[in-house]
């Protein structure tokens, strides 16, 4: 969260001192009375600011796409945990204990990759996937063993879609809105913001609409953008609940 908080400070910050230097460039130009430069700045600003918003809805979209993503895949791996839960209620002993313990296990393992950090979610991806393959290595014996058990089949079935909608989680959450729109919002952002402030100061009027409103509105919503394309940190999160609800309702299980 805190990484998250500097950011907003310095890209308010940035805007608002690039409103200010664009201001100050036009009250001290010598042409500031020309009304031909006066109509050129004007023209520049309406186009950079149009192709700004445009950018910003573009951004927007590309990040609300992926961060309701995320968060269908979470709930749909949530749900295939659960149904493998289910399934292995109807096993044999000793397969039944042992694959119920390792869900409830599982479920632990993947509620701590969420919280991790960027630094710790390996080591928490590595030891969900030795769980998964002490599943696959139960689920496989009892097919060979009962090749004819529909029940078995079924059952390595569920295993198998769990451990895909784990690989599909963390391609998900690998899938950001790329640098190159961050880096040409700012810029844009930056010119569109100097040349407002730019053609306030050729006519010498310090309005807080183009001093501040304007950047404190880019920086708003750039940093909605981030911080949906984030989607783990900031203010706006996919949250855990599947997995918080899950883990929840096979704790109660475990003690009945």
Known sequence: MLPFVLLAIAVVAISILTAEVGYRVGSRSKRREDEHLRAQVTAVQASVLGLLALLLAFGLSMAEQRFTNRREIMAAEAGAIR???????????PVRSQSRELL?????????FFLATREEAPAATARSQVTQRDLMRLAT??????????????????????IRLEAARELSLAARVPRTIHVLLVAVAIVGIFVSGMAAGLVRSRTTITLYLVPLLFSLAFLVLADLDLSRVGFITTGDRPLLRLQHDLALEAGR
């Open 83 to 93: 149904t493998t839960f289910l399934y292995a209620d109807a096993l044999p002993e």
């Open 104 to 112: 409830r296990r599982y479920v632990g393992e993947r509620h701590a």
């Open 141 to 162: 014996a009892l097919a060979h063993e009962h090749p004819d058990w529909d029940l078995s089949a079924g059952y390595l079935d569920k295993v198998i879609e769990m």
